[in-house]
């Protein structure tokens, strides 16, 4: 049985860093895309960061709120992927989701259960 599982998140200052984790487990993600996304009590859930693999290797892309300060980087041995999020804002509070889309598939298939980041200012 996949599953994810976040950490790193917490309170910190505006213009600190944080660096979140998640640990995949239940079998291999080498090919598969893993990315962030977050979300603020009740909005929507919104993408925050990939990383994918490609005829050419891996390729990463972030939304443009993020771009810049945010950082997506996997550790395929460890079955791990990270974020680093520099510069951190008041409006980067929200609770923060790895999840896995399965190569071939159209669709994010895993989530983890989140980890809360609040900036304070």
């Known amino acids: 049985q996949v599953q994810l599982v976040e950490s790193g998140g917490g309170l910190v200052q505006a213009g600190g860093s944080l660096r979140l984790s998640c640990a995949a487990s239940?079998?291999?993600?080498?090919?598969?895309?893993m990315g962030w996304f977050r979300q603020a009590p009740g909005k929507e859930r919104e993408f925050v960061a990939a990383?994918?693999?490609?005829?050419?290797?891996?390729?990463?892309n972030y939304a443009d709120s993020v771009k810049g300060r945010f950082t997506i980087s996997r550790d395929n041995a460890k079955n791990m992927v990270y974020l680093q999020m520099n510069s951190l804002k008041p409006e980067d509070t929200m609770v923060y989701y790895c999840a896995v889309q399965t190569r071939g598939s159209n669709r994010w298939d895993y989530w983890g259960k989140g980890t809360l980041v609040t900036v304070s200012s």
């Open positions: 239940g079998r291999t993600f080498n090919r598969d895309n």
């Open positions: 990383i994918s693999w490609n005829s050419w290797g891996w390729s990463t």
